[in-house]
Structure formats: C-alpha cells, structure tokens
C-alpha cells in the first residue's frame, strides 16, 4: 500500500497561481506513473495530468498551458504547478500513483474566487 500526502491546495483568485505536492511513502523513482486528478461537485472526476517513469507527460485539454506537472527525485515529491487559474478549475486535486494497484491521497481544496 503506497500513501500519498497532499499539500498546497487553497483559495486563490482569478489568474493566481499554486503549487500542489505529493509525497508518496514509497520511493517516486519506483512508480510506474504518478498523476493529479480533480473532481468538482456535480461533475465527474477528471484526469488532469500524469507523468510516467520515462517522464512521458499528458495534460488535460483544459489545463495545457497552464499546469505544469513536475518530479523531483531528490525530494521524492510531484507538483502540480498551476498558473492563470479560473473558476471551473475550482475542484479538490488528488494524487493518484500506480504502483501494484491504484493509489490515492486524501485530496486538496482549490477553490478559485474573486
């Protein structure tokens, strides 16, 4: 069982920026491909960026150009880097690793507001 802790979620405000983290329990340098997902009420959970072991990277058509997903193998973390944020970005963002199985952290709270 891999556990996943996230940080960085918040309120923001139009066109802001955040930063999200992910720490697995395992080493990231062993996981087969990490990713964020979201999901906003009313809607169905939606990938928003993976990365694999080969640091091949997918991003969501709403989020190209704005999110940046990133690993750092010395801190053992991913990020989420998100720039000019709106509104329909407001979800919570998991953390997702696939590693023997799906994995998944507890969630983080962005919600982007005027």
């Known amino acids: 069982q891999v556990q996943l802790v996230e940080s960085g979620g918040g309120l923001v405000q139009p066109g802001g920026s955040l930063r999200l983290s992910c720490v697995p329990s395992?080493?990231?340098?062993?996981?087969?491909?990490m990713g964020w997902y979201r999901h906003a009420p009313g809607k169905q959970r939606e990938k928003v960026a993976t990365?694999?072991?080969?640091?091949?990277?997918s991003y969501a058509d709403s989020v190209k150009g704005r999110f940046t997903i990133s690993i750092n193998i010395a801190k053992n973390t991913m990020y989420l880097q998100m720039n000019s944020l709106q509104p329909e970005d407001t979800a919570v963002y998991y953390c997702?690793?696939?590693?023997?199985?799906?994995?998944w952290g507890q969630g983080t709270q962005v919600t982007v507001s005027s």
């Open positions: 997702n690793a696939e590693h023997y199985g799906s994995h």
């Open positions: 395992t080493s990231i340098f062993s996981i087969g491909v």
């Open positions: 990365i694999s072991g080969s640091r091949s990277i």
